[in-house]
């Protein structure tokens, strides 16, 4: 499929890869399902655009049953309500953390497969149609890869681009798995895998929590190349004190015992 960048912005209708053969077959299998786990902090100016850009009426043409979580962290804006009124499920989870935001909705979702993406609006939801193709194909782990695909300019700052090529490479050396896009909000997985590896990270090292789990427990990671808007609203990661944690967590997970 190709997917031709927009000059300024990626509209969502850009990326739906044409169901394939594969999938023809699944259709006909009624039974899967689908999660989809937002975590959200006051973001109550995207919130609705990530939920509306869901291909949810082409996943359920092609047969799988949808379902969306928003998991609020004790917003103090307006973002549980549009979530609300767009129909999906909201969660909440008191203490702050985007880490424990997600693992508190992993307990509650029912999909055979399980996505999780940020709320800010910054990764085109269309792309789980291929991620999930892919897990289709027998992959265990899936991420959309935002240094593979295209960024929008400016939509990662210098800094975060060099310290997430930094830690991509240290994770892939580290635990001998290749991975492009370490600090990715964008990722699925099929249910055996969540339901195997143990996460408990709270905050943003909750990517690299995952990867070093996935690694040591030798399921594979596949990457789906993607497109990578900017952010409108100010950024709750903190690049410094956040790259620290992150690179902490790969190297006391490599060493931890099971
Ligand atoms: N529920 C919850 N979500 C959070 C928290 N911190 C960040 N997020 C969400 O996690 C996503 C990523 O945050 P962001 O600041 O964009 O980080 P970046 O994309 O890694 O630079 C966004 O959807 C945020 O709203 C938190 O403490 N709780
Ligand atoms: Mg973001």
Redesign the pocket.
Known sequence: MECQLAREEIGPSHCLPKPNEHIMVLRKMKSYMVSII??????ESTIGEVIDEIPKKELQKRGYGVEIVV???NCNDRTVRVAEEKGVKVIV?PV???GR?VRTALKSVSGNFIFFL???Y?YPATYILRMLEVLHEGQDVVIGSRLRGQMIEGAMSRM?LVGNRFLSFIASILYGTRISDL?T?YWGFTRRVIEDIELDAK??EFEANIFAEVAKNGYSIAEVPIHYRR?ATA???DSLKDGFKIGWTLMTRKFRRK
Do not use: H, Q, W, Y
């Open positions: 937002i975590p959200a902090l006051n973001e998991v609020d962290n989870e702050r953390g985007k935001s940020d709320a800010d910054t975060n600090c909000g905050g943003f952010r950024p709750k990661l």
